[in-house]
């Protein structure tokens, strides 16, 4: 009879429960602290010592219901805390092992409430048996997420969405990134939080481009030389944007559609991979001629829109190859027009690419160069009033953020005739694993420049980090599209661990058994009886047993004593009773007289 | 316990409160990554159900692989806790067992595992078949599976009626009513030979001596000290509602044990599944068999010149 334990008591199963179902709201805890907006740790603490209190100091509710509903309401702060964007990919894979071994934990302990039969086998570590459920069931977890989750929330999951009716003060509190402007003033330092502005679900990382600037007015400002909008007819749901007729990649470029999902109250911006085609939404939108949208009202909070875009995905040797294509005169009276820059500005241009062929090799040098010979620092000095914040960078501080580095871009490409444009959005931000959607925050705003190669269209270039041409990205998403794409490996593997997991204990038992045949009395004597049969030269044949091979060997030798050797081998061996002391002890003694060699011990 | 007719005790399996909570779970993150399109949302309502369809379906797939015996003692009476061997064969972590009739206590085990449970006895009779349940909710205590086995057992188990105290009036018993005792159901013997003397006319053929007689060549009888010269028959009419008929029954053990410690001699008249039967007990144990594989009907009758007390099943009606 098991007694009854208190769960806090030393040896109560339920402190095991306890253990797991404290890393369970731990981690849900972790989950949640960054939208509480309270410290990861404390967090942590409440959450799990809710949890321990819950299981181990409620002796007059039964305990396992405890358990479970504790781990029930862990899960729904899960499901409340893990969607995006405060998520952590890792903290719910956690949560949901925690979550797993709790379970198990749980019936583990409620069984041991329940006697034991007298005399039974003890039931197997509870470490042991909640490893062994948490892998095999775990492993059956992670094949049908691979292969329903994507496809349910592609199918059930919204494309698009009105959101929110942003207030007053969501527009007033909105990041000015999210804001459409007239001018973009790099006199001001940027404020960038933490915050999660908005997620993507692409296939590929791209930036996500909001505006594009062309005017550059020699001092601290980016305009537009057009800044005219028209609003956008809409048919069945889909908006096309005003194109670039010039801009040969969104007409003629591979299609990539991104689904943005705004977590920010307020935007008035339409983010896109360049070049953005065509929005699916039911909201009002306004183009400009740059190939750019926008919404006058604002986007609130829970918008959901899908835009599909067109690049050519060119390669270094492709942009090369497209000055043998003239410049459209449009494009080259708009973009590339000297600009307002010092004389040591364009002197520096023609230096940086006088030995550069092409037009591509010009923008890597001045690329180049600009890595050489600046740093990037958000705490970089503001440039002095009226002066011309390009000329300030490029040769006195020579520290800047992106905007000062892509405007450099822009000025010294500008200054060799190359038709180039400042762009502003964000980076694509991080990938969630579980979720595959680019998290994009606050601090992600960036800018960088836009170069136009004839036959191609716009092609952005980064000078402030290394980022690869939209065609060399990778199209991986988040880990069950990974688990998909090599669906055949992670199947082996999977099958691997599980046939290991499986088969361990018997192979272990098996190879147990077998060593302890190989050092059992009647392998020993075996063994030594085959001694003496080698040495009268008459080795044992495959199909003799030990009897009959003593047997056959008295008769050769001549002595009978090997008769009752075999015997006792066979008895040992054979018999489920198995031999005395005395009998093992005689047959030693005659084989040892045999050989020549007392028993090895 | 050990009842014949089917009781129901339980169905094929519980839901339990794990079970609600998963699928719960499981609805809302579907439903609410319907809503946001949150794969990460999506996923643990994924995760969710599937605990929730693996809880379900591990445990039936465990007890469809586990079979049980049982080994039962030959010997019980009612209101004994009767320890009965458990043998579960199969592979999984553990099981908990149960004999019903009545459903006894839960009890755990390890798989394959042997062990011994005590069971109460609470009807007399003979049983060769007990009716076990097996149920596990391993590993998530989703869904508690319960399957129930009829298990024949190797050797059957013979329950007695448990002895009702009584107090018994034995009778001379003459020597020509003795003559007639018929031949024991039982094993045979139990008197006490204090002596062998020479055969004279009238001495039953059944006191004979054959090896002495062989020996010495004259026959010559036993002598038993002392002469069963007293006891009753025991008339056992179990016709009536089987409630009565164990009440009777319980009350003939009583006055049968009485009597047996009393020193007298008891010829017990029943009837039994094959026939009426009536013959003399040989000690408690005895008595208890007989008793137990007593079942309604007319019982045999008694030879000429044993006083006799009938004890009826109907009469056992009122008793409180």
Redesign the interface.
Known sequence: MTPKLHPARPGSPWRAVAIAAVSSLGAVGALSAPRLGIPAVVAVAIAGGAAALTVLCLPSFST??AS??V??VG??G??RH???PS?D?HL?VFW?MAT?VA??L???A???S???????????PRVS?AAR?AVA?GA??AM??VA???T??RE????EWLGKIPTLGDVQNSPGSLRASHELDMTNRPRLTDTVVFTV?AERPDFWRGEVFDVWNGVGTWSRSDDSYVTLARSDGTVPLVLDPYDVGAQRGEEMQQ?F?LESRFSQLIFAAPSAVEVNTDLVLVGRPDGTAGVLRGLGQGA?YTVTSKNLKPTADVLRAADATPLPAPVRTRYAQVPLASERVRALAESITRDAATTYDKIRAIEAWLGANTEYSLDAPLSPKGVDVVDHFLFDSRLGWCEQVASSLVVLARSVGIPARLATGFVPGER?G????FVVRENDAHAWTEVFFPGVGWQGFDPTASVPLAGDAPTNG?W?DWARDHVATFALVLGGIVLAVGAAPDLIARARRRVRRRNSWPARALVRLEKVGRASGRPRQPAEGPGEYARVLAAGIGDERLVAVGAVIDRDAFSGSGTSEDARAHADAVLSELTGRPRRE | MFRTSSTAVHGPGDFTLTSVVLFTLGAYGIAAGSVTSDQTVVAIGVFAFVLFAIGLVWPIVILARVSVEVVAPSDGAVGDEVPLRIIVRGRTDRVEVRVLDPPGRWWRTAVPGVGTMPHLATRRGVFDEVRVQLRTSAPLGVFVRVRQARVRMPEPITIAPSARPAAAVLYPIGDEALMTDPVPASVAGGDTVRAVRPYVPGDPARLVHWATSARLGELVVREHDPPAAQGLALVVDLSGPDEWGDEAASYAAGMGRAALAGGGVVLLATREREGPVCARVLDARDLGRRLARAVAGPPADVPAGWPQRVVRALDFGTVP
């Open positions: 396992r219901r479970v509903l781990l029930g899960a729904l899960a499901l893990a969607a995006l998520s990919s719910v949901a797993l379970l198990v749980v019936d583990r409620d069984a041991e329940t006697p034991a039969l007298v005399g039974a086998p003890p039931l197997a048996e459920a069931i059956v977890v049908l997420s329903v989750v994507p349910l929330t059930l999951g919204r494309q679900d689904t999902y959901v969630d579980l979720a595959g959607r988040s069950f």
